[in-house]
């Protein structure tokens, strides 16, 4: 058995630098710890079961799934690295997130992120690349990772049902926030610079299944964790001895690169987005958010009716066209004094040319008040 290696039915103390310690042994031992440390999760440490904040490498002996991962050629554009690496990759990343640092449940998501690709490992979630039969897709390895991690879960970790909902769950998502780059980017950098309406659906359904991951999170901390994952696992495509002057390492780095500078633009617009949402659903189907200098602030799409033009009711409108050439007024521009006046009121005769006219309008006006 190699140093690495943590043996079953052992008391053990596995110790990552940056961890607090958590030793395997009897129940009580394990709840002394947890007591000490003062941590909130409800893991059910016994001689069976495996420490979640142990190594990739103490894991990968004790898992046969983990120790599918070491050289497993990913075969993809998006990948430099092997499974194995990749993963170690996405765990290092993870614990250098500011936002994760003194989360509660940070040991919980670092165990996610050291299952998020199982389902690559499965014939479900691993397919041949339709334009090259030399690589390969993972087109649902999501779906499949989830279910995998509740079986290694329950088989090598024993947690509570609560702690191992919340691991497969976030397991399930580590790439649900990417789908949403397009879609916000699209809408950003438009014209309008806004997203509202039926453009907010897909924020809807990423956001029911945030909601989905158990514990008394809030909503917001739920999605940012999703993103910190999606984060994590977007810039482990290589590592630190990648060979950043290598082509392919270099496309990955600057997509990779590009996609969290946008996700980052959308975490900033989370309570913009979150508010326009909820106010969908309470019956403001153009509820949306708008980036104004440089800050997304929420809009309700509620349209604001315009004033009439200062001083000019319809009813007089019509009189002045009625009695146009008795008034003296421009007949060759008939048409287009009457829409200026229609449409921008007495101020905007001035700006259209007809300045020498308005205190002929404004008599109009003062006969007719009600």
Do not use: W
Not at 58 to 79: C, T, W
Not at 129 to 141: F, I, S
């Amino acid at each position: 058995m190699g140093s690495n290696d943590v043996p079953k039915g052992s008391e053990t103390t596995v110790v990552r630098e940056d961890e607090p310690t958590i030793t395997k042994g009897v129940v009580d031992n394990a709840d002394e710890k947890r007591e000490e440390t003062k941590t909130d999760l409800d893991t059910t440490l016994s001689r069976e079961y495996l420490p979640v904040n142990a190594s990739f490498e103490q894991l990968a002996a004790q898992i046969p799934e983990l120790a599918k991962m070491v050289g497993f050629n990913q075969r993809s554009d998006f990948h430099s690295l092997t499974l194995a690496d990749h993963t170690k990759r996405v765990v290092a990343n993870i614990e250098g997130d500011e936002f994760l640092k003194n989360n509660p449940r940070r040991e919980l998501i670092l165990l996610a992120g050291m299952l998020h690709d199982l389902g690559k490992l499965s014939e479900e979630g691993c397919q041949v690349h339709p334009k090259d039969p030399e690589k390969r897709q993972y087109v649902g390895h999501e779906d499949q990772s989830a279910i995998m991690a509740r079986e290694v879960i329950d088989k090598y970790f024993g947690l509570g049902a609560e702690d191992k909902e919340f691991v497969a769950t976030l397991t399930g998502l580590h790439a649900s926030a990417l789908n949403l780059i397009s879609s916000f980017e699209a809408s950003m950098k438009g014209k309008d610079k806004e997203m509202r309406g039926k453009k907010l659906k897909a924020f809807e359904k990423f956001v029911a299944k945030a909601d989905e991951i158990p514990g008394d999170l809030n909503l917001e901390d739920k999605m940012r964790i999703i993103f910190a994952l999606n984060r994590a696992d977007k810039m482990a495509g290589f590592n630190e001895e990648s060979d950043l002057s290598d082509p392919k390492v270099k496309t990955i780095k600057s997509k990779a690169e590009a996609q969290v500078a946008v996700l980052d633009e959308i975490e900033k617009a989370l309570p913009a987005l979150l508010t326009a949402i909820d106010a969908r659903a309470q019956g403001k189907p153009n509820a949306g958010v708008k980036l104004v200098e440089g800050n997304y602030i929420y809009d309700d799409g509620v349209q604001q009716k315009k004033a009439a033009p200062q001083g000019v009711s319809g009813k007089v409108i019509g009189i002045i066209a009625k009695q146009y050439k008795e008034l003296g007024l421009p007949e060759d521009q008939k048409g287009e004094f009457l829409k200026t006046l229609k449409e921008g009121g007495i101020p905007a005769l001035g700006k259209a040319g007809f300045g020498r006219y308005i205190r002929v309008v404004k008599g109009v006006v003062e006969n007719n008040r009600n």
